[in-house]
């Protein structure tokens, strides 16, 4: 079955250190791949996504991700992380041309201690 | 602040009440979505209208029943709720026109159903 995996269910780092959240992806072929966060209360607000091209993707907030097929894996770096970071994020992936049927992983929660 | 509004941010509602849930956006986007989030899980997509017609039904129960009057507006229909019902209702939209690689969904803050 196409899927995402998030193996990590919750991550603790310091206010600024360097960030790296997992993702794993199940597809045929190279899938939309996208990052979102979520803060308590809130909808999801997307960091950045991947279809195609270079494989290390700028986003917002200072976050960036690399897709590396050979891994099948599109993980979540940010070099130093600010406590406003705190939230719940999400690895999300569709098959080429069906962009708008995302299939969400199970989430990571982010802690960030003082 | 998000470009999709949902309202009302908070539903209670009992088994036998109906109630509407709204969702507007004024991006121009021609495709929206509903999801559903129980707590401490990843969204769900529910239903998915592109060009005011439902081109994706995942399965959901006839208790929920989608709407899309307009390219702006999508409402969720509820009657005869469950307590397992009770999620986060996601609004989301994209441009439908522009192609993929331009057409990441925009996410609403929710609405939070509690049923009784």
């Known amino acids: 079955a196409q899927s995402v995996t998030q193996p990590d269910i919750h991550i603790t780092v310091s206010e600024g250190a360097s960030l790296e959240l997992r993702c794993n992806y199940s597809?045929?072929?190279?899938?939309?791949l996208f990052w979102y966060v979520q803060s308590p209360g809130q909808g999801l607000q997307l960091l950045l996504k991947y279809f195609s091209g270079d494989t290390l993707v700028q986003g917002i907030k200072g976050f960036e991700a690399e897709f590396k097929r050979s891994q099948s894996s599109f993980n979540l770096r940010k070099p130093s992380v600010h406590w406003s970071d705190a939230a719940e994020y999400f690895c999300?992936?569709?098959?080429?041309?069906?962009?708008?049927?995302?299939?969400f992983g199970t989430g990571t929660r982010l802690q960030v201690t003082l | 602040d998000t470009e999709v509004t949902q309202t009302p941010k908070h539903l209670v509602m009992g088994m036998t009440n109906k109630k509407s849930l709204k969702c507007e956006q004024h991006?121009?986007?021609?495709?929206m979505y509903w999801y559903k989030q129980k707590a401490k899980k990843p969204p769900e997509l529910m239903f998915v209208?592109?060009?005011?017609?439902?081109?994706i039904n995942e399965s959901v129960p006839s208790r929920f029943s989608p709407e899309c009057p307009n390219s702006s507006l999508l409402n969720l229909h509820l009657h005869a709720l469950q307590p397992e019902d009770s999620a986060l209702y996601l609004c989301a939209s994209s441009d439908a026109q522009s192609g993929p690689d331009n057409s990441p969904l925009h996410f609403g803050n929710g609405t939070r159903l509690t049923v009784t």
């Open positions: 991006m121009g986007h021609r495709a």
């Open positions: 209208y592109s060009y005011e017609k439902l081109s």
């Open positions: 999300a992936g569709a098959n080429t041309g069906t962009a708008s049927k995302l299939t």
């Open positions: 597809y045929g072929a190279t899938p939309y």
